[in-house]
């Protein structure tokens, strides 16, 4: 019997950015998983977006992740909840581990 995936989520702020589609484009690149369907598209004065990336981690293990980000209009401030979801705790934990520390 497969594992049941685990889903870890935690919530980031990333600082001031110019623009929501920035903060994403940064986040995607950052990660270098692949991004579905076109999510990593934001729109114009959006303030605020939802991207799904996926990827396959080091020994084999699929994971999807989903990023919703937020920005304040004034204070250009971005926050970012970060949901990981994979069969391996670990791989979520070094995601997010990964993201805290950067």
Known sequence: MAAQPLTQEDEYGLGQRESLSGAVTDVVDFLGMQPCEGTEVVAGN???????????????????????????????????KLAVRSEDG?????IHD?????
Not at 51 to 62: A, F, M, R, Y
Not at 90 to 94: E, H, K, L, P, Y
Not at 98 to 102: G, H, K, L, M, T
């Open 90 to 94: 670990t791989v979520s934990d070094a």
């Open 98 to 102: 990964i993201v805290a520390r950067s």
């Open 46 to 80: 959006a303030r605020s977006h939802t991207c799904l990336l996926s990827g396959v981690h080091i020994g084999n293990v699929n994971v999807l992740v989903q990023l919703s980000f937020g920005i304040d209009s004034n204070s250009k401030e971005v926050v970012m």
